[in-house]
């Protein structure tokens, strides 16, 4: 039989009952897996057990976003890497919502189970990975600070609540400098998107056309200061498009970095989770051919190609 590590956080969303991971080992062992099941007691737990698995075939997240950032971190730390998957069972599961799972976590690993290996691309942050976003600015911290009990009572309305209310609070500008396609930019911006996804912040389609493989990330600028101008960029999501709308500067690209020109910290919100560094420049790179076992569902729209690549 084939070795499969399942690592669960029973924090995500309202958590996983145990005869829901009995009915999951049965089914991986009707797949010919030999499952171990590593439940996360700690933040960082998840990245620790990855590091210090023996080699198995495939790896399945079951959390939140932030918990599929630690697998893969930890497998970035490896020298030999290991096959990634992610089923959702957070708040907002961005990834699991682009990827085509439903909220049924035992159709949902059905569907993994019969997917297909894909090699898709990941960006890093000075060295630091990140599987779909990196935000700093307004309403990105969001994410983090919702309270989770908040989250636990109201799903994913709890963001909207902690929304409205920084929408409320004051909108800083930050001095920034970044270089991008070999052209340097300075100005005051009141926050920053850095992405591989076309769902974000639960927002589906909100970019209209992302390929996963295609070396390129998105990046999103916004230099409005007023409510009601940042609110109009953000009505363009339901409307048109956010990247056509007056304020906000758009870039495809596989070439970028930032300098904060000031004091304090930087505090970035990477893949949901608070992403804390006193650098005050960030360089984004892209790491290709990380392979992952996805749905078939949004694999034709997704990626560039759509043979197997397993």
């Not at 970028?256 to 608070?274: A, H, M, Q, R, V």
Request: aromatic fraction near 12%; charged fraction near 30%.
């Amino acid at each position: 039989m084939k070795k499969c590590a399942v690592i669960y956080n029973p924090n995500s969303g309202k958590g996983i009952h145990e005869k829901v991971l009995v009915k999951l080992e049965k089914i991986l062992n009707e797949h010919d897996y030999d499952a171990t099941i590593y439940k996360t007691k700690y933040k960082g737990h998840a990245k620790e057990i990855v590091e210090s698995l023996e080699l198995v075939d495939l790896v399945i997240s079951i959390g939140g976003d932030g918990t599929f950032n630690e697998i893969m971190t930890g497998n970035f730390n490896r020298k030999r890497k290991l096959l990634l998957s992610h089923i959702p069972v957070g708040t907002a599961n961005d990834l699991g919502a682009m990827y085509g799972y439903g909220k049924n976590l035992i159709r949902n690993l059905k569907l993994l189970l019969n997917g297909t290996v894909k090699q898709v691309d990941i960006c890093t942050i000075n060295d630091q990975p990140f599987t779909y976003s990196a935000g700093t600015g307004k309403f990105v911290n969001i994410s983090y600070e919702t309270p989770r009990e908040l989250k636990k009572k109201y799903g994913y309305l709890a963001y909207l609540i902690e929304a409205v209310k920084d929408f409320r609070g004051p909108t800083k500008l930050y001095d920034i400098t970044y270089k991008i396609d070999d052209k340097t930019i300075n100005g005051k911006f009141s926050f920053l998107l850095i992405s591989n996804a076309n769902r974000i912040a639960g927002i589906q389609n909100f970019y209209k056309d992302v390929k996963l493989d295609d070396s390129k990330v998105e990046i999103l600028l916004c230099d409005a200061y007023a409510k009601k101008d940042i609110a109009k960029g953000f009505y363009k999501l339901k409307t048109s498009d956010i990247t056509k709308a007056p304020g906000f500067y758009f870039y495809k690209t596989d070439k970028f970095s930032i300098t904060f020109n000031e004091e304090n910290p930087i505090k970035w919100s990477l893949d949901g989770e608070k992403f804390e560094n006193e650098d005050k420049t960030f360089e984004i790179k892209i790491v290709k051919n990380i392979k992952l076992l996805i749905p078939n569902k949004n694999i034709k729209k997704l990626f560039l190609e759509e043979e197997n690549e397993d």
